[in-house]
């Protein structure tokens, strides 16, 4: 019933793709180094899935159930993903730069290595996200959740964190306006020695 249903919705929205990457999709659950950029694909249920080094640049992830799903390498730039969870899933080394991920649910995602440039985080949830050496520039992070969360060797300074739950965040090597320092020390984050405080 799975696959039908996964059959029909998805060769009406991913009309023109390579058919034998929709297959292995549905039939294996995995689909490594597959284009399936400009696709819509909103709403369905993608758990655990196997997308390494995707291109799924463009595609329309919205409110895609993408928990423990496996995207290590993929490239989603330009990708909406509003809503979309992506609850403990591999997002290591992903491209996310020009995301849309508005309310997306990144908890206990690991985001290690990813690229987040102009990528809109605003009101998302990534408690215990882990963002160590993620190459982060003017990402929205504003009104999110980042309670237990880690940023480890990350610069933050032209990155928007007002109104963001820092409660318990661990930052290390990593390096913060004034202003985001004061910020994350009243909501009792975790600062560490080596985090630098500059004037922005």
């Known amino acids: 019933m799975r696959t039908f249903f996964y ?8 009309f023109g793709f390579d058919q034998h990457h929709i297959d292995r999709l549905l039939d ?4 490594e180094n597959c284009d399936f950029s400009g696709a819509d ?9 196997e997308l390494k080094g995707a291109n799924l640049q ?3 992830l919205q409110n895609t159930n993408l928990f423990y799903s496996e995207l290590q390498g993929s490239d989603l730039r330009g990708a909406n993903l509003e809503g979309a969870i992506f609850w403990k899933a591999d997002l290591s080394s992903c491209n996310l730069s020009g995301v849309n991920a508005h309310k997306a649910n990144f908890k206990g995602a690991k985001l290690t290595h990813a690229i987040l440039k102009n990528s809109d985080l605003s009101e998302s949830i990534s408690w215990k996200a882990d963002f160590s050496n993620a190459k982060i520039k003017h990402a929205d ?12 060797r990350n610069d933050l300074t032209d990155s928007n964190i007002s109104g ?3 409660w318990k965040t661990t930052f290390k090597e990593s390096v913060l306006t004034k202003q985001q ?6 909501e009792e984050a975790l600062l560490g020695k080596d985090v ?3 004037e922005k």
């Open 28 to 31: 294996e659950e995995s689909c």
């Open 7 to 14: 059959s029909v919705v998805l060769s009406t929205l991913l």
């Open 196 to 198: 630098t405080c500059k």
């Open 41 to 49: 694909m909103s709403g369905l249920d993608l758990i655990g899935f």
């Open 58 to 60: 463009g595609t329309n």
């Open 181 to 186: 320092c004061e910020e994350a020390k009243k």
């Open 164 to 166: 963001t739950i820092l």
């Open 141 to 152: 992070f504003s009104n999110s959740e980042l309670g237990d969360a880690t940023f480890y």
